[in-house]
């Protein structure tokens, strides 16, 4: 169910969020997300979750929480690359690239070509081979010699 009260509120922290207002924009989607459940909407809005755990995130409050109202929203609505672009967010600061690749690569399934997206998995680089190719990446003797051959000189 759409509340318009809702609504307004979650434009204004995406209008905070854009301006950089982190604090302001968590403020706005927490408003949302309680005016949504005041006027008896059972389910949240997918956007609404999304939004609240990256702005959780970008304020420095729970990852663990971040990530929960961003799978949240994703369960829901999946198909939105925007959806997926604040999961991948959020799982990179909780510092689970894998996971964070995956969703990233997911939403951009869902719109190819999406700039935010690319952009994110630019900024995620590549990962090199490992050192033993033959060995799985987290085996000990993988991840020395791939810190040994990262250590400058």
């Known amino acids: 169910m759409l509340v318009h009260a809702a609504e307004d509120s979650f434009h204004k922290g995406l209008e905070h969020l854009d301006q950089g207002l982190k604090k302001e924009a968590l403020a ?5 997300l309680e005016i949504e459940r005041r006027m ?18 970008l304020t420095g409050g729970s990852r663990h929480e971040a990530v929960r109202y961003c799978r949240a929203a994703a369960k829901v609505e999946g198909y939105r690359p925007e959806i997926c672009l604040n999961l991948g967010r ?32 630019k900024k995620m680089g590549l990962r090199r081979k490992p050192p033993l190719p033959f060995l799985p990446r987290t085996n000990t003797l993988n991840v020395l010699l791939g810190r040994m051959r990262r250590a400058p000189a």
Do not use: C
């Open 40 to 57: 008896g909407g059972e389910n949240h809005q997918a956007r609404y979750l999304s939004y609240y755990g990256l702005s959780l995130q």
């Open 28 to 32: 706005f989607f927490n408003g949302a």
């Open 90 to 121: 959020v799982l990179l600061a909780a510092n689970r690239r894998r996971e964070a690749h995956k969703t990233l690569h997911w939403g951009l399934r869902m719109q190819p070509g999406h700039r935010q997206i690319v952009r994110e998995l």
